[in-house]
């Protein structure tokens, strides 16, 4: 409670960049404001994420390596562009409604298929022992599942959502901890971080101006760290050894 008093702006000089809270049930309503840095701060990461994916799938030595760049790519660039076409509808073309709810959904449920990718390459690359290879499928079932949740229960249970979310994110990673080489764990638990606290602001729309925007940021730079750990660690590893000089 203290917390939540602490963080509200309501009462100040910048409760003009947001609207008012809303019950659970609905979804909040931006303001201009909000509506352009939603947009572009999902927007800007668009290029770079196509680019680097791509930087990726010409790094790979072999067919697993391709098809891990190829799933994570589309992941990573699909979360920026479903989340910036999402926010460009319901900012400039909210009138269409049936069309604005669908994207939202799918805003929605792209995070699933996007925490899903982050991991392929680590559950595809990394040598998993009897168990932890189960998760490279598990992952997919955790996605569909949670893609599920939103086409029959979206808006309804926003808390439950976040928790889906968080689980998801957290389960395969005890996996990925327990592999025998550990190089990325740091940037791996960095990224994480990111994460969570971004979902301080997912969740204080209406308490924060510009709080889903600030979301929107955490996002972009925690999957920017998860970027250079697989580009570093998976698709770079002969830059780790040191060189020797003759």
């Excluded at 562009?81 to 400039?92: D, Q």
């Excluded at 792209?110 to 690359?125: D, E, K, Q, T």
């Excluded at 290879?133 to 979206?154: D, E, K, N, P």
């Excluded at 996002?219 to 660690?233: C, E, L, P, S």
């Amino acid at each position: 409670m203290f917390i939540s008093r602490l963080l509200d702006f309501q009462k100040t000089r910048y409760a003009r960049f947001m609207n008012h809270r809303v019950p659970p049930n609905r979804r909040y309503q931006p303001t201009e404001y909000e509506h352009a840095a939603n947009c572009a701060t999902h927007a800007f990461w668009i290029v770079p994420s196509i680019l680097g994916s791509s930087v990726l799938y010409i790094l790979s030595d072999n067919q697993w390596e391709a098809i891990s760049a190829w799933i994570y790519g589309f992941g990573l660039s699909g979360l920026f562009i479903v989340s910036t076409t999402f926010h460009t509808i319901s900012w400039k073309k909210r009138h269409l409604r049936t069309v604005e709810h669908c994207l939202h959904m799918f805003d929605r449920m792209v995070i699933y298929f996007f925490i899903a990718a982050s991991y392929a390459p680590w559950l595809n690359l990394r040598e998993l022992g009897p168990w932890a290879s189960h998760m490279r499928w598990i992952i997919w079932i955790m996605a569909s599942g949670g893609t599920l949740y939103v086409f029959f229960f979206h808006e309804r249970y926003k808390l439950v959502e976040l928790l889906c979310y968080l689980i998801m994110g957290f389960f395969p990673a005890l996996v990925i901890l327990s592999m025998p080489n550990t190089e990325g764990l740091v940037e791996l638990m960095a990224g994480g971080i990111f994460y969570c606290f971004g979902t301080i602001f997912f969740k204080s729309d209406g308490r924060i101006p510009f709080a889903h925007a600030i979301w929107h940021l955490f996002v972009a730079f925690g999957a920017g760290t998860h970027y250079y750990a697989i580009w570093r660690y998976l698709y770079q590893p002969d830059a780790l050894e040191p060189h020797i000089s003759r």
